[in-house]
């Protein structure tokens, strides 16, 4: 493959510190499905990693809590039939979760009021809906 798992330009995990597994996959592959290690689990260490800079491992850490088991998080794939190919997806999808978790935060609305016209709008379409409600009444003056 290549030396690490490029996530953003300021972040790249190495290599070293990616453990993959093989197993079994049910996916498609026919009767080779039933002797081919051809799944993928891709694995990473978030809160023992020396390459994700303190202020990332923080904001990954409280973003992917619901994954991580022991501050490891895993991603599987097993869509291919070919290992190759499930490596590359278990990659783009292990980077596409990093790149999501150290992602900064959007900014914070501005809070703003409602404008008059809008508010004008508002009442006189209350004012039509209690008309026609007050018209199903039955009551004739």
């Known amino acids: 493959m290549t030396d690490g798992l490029l996530v953003t330009r300021a972040f790249v995990v190495p290599e070293a510190e990616l453990t993959e597994r093989f197993s079994r996959s049910s996916g498609p592959g026919g009767q080779g499905v039933n002797t081919t290690d ?12 020396p390459a994700l800079p303190d202020h990332l491992k923080e904001r990954a850490l409280g973003r992917l809590a619901g994954r991580l088991v022991d501050g490891v998080v895993t991603v599987s794939a097993s869509e291919h039939r070919s290992q190759l ?11 596409q979760l990093l790149r999501e978790a150290v992602a900064p935060p959007p900014p914070r609305r501005r809070p703003t009021r409602p404008t008059l016209g809008s508010k004008e709008r508002r009442l006189a379409q209350k004012k039509r809906r209690s008309d026609t409600k007050r018209g199903r009444q039955g009551r004739f003056e």
């Open 38 to 49: 051809s799944r993928v689990e891709l694995s990473y260490d978030v809160a023992t990693s």
């Open 85 to 95: 190919r499930n490596r590359d997806a278990a990659r783009e999808r292990l980077a």
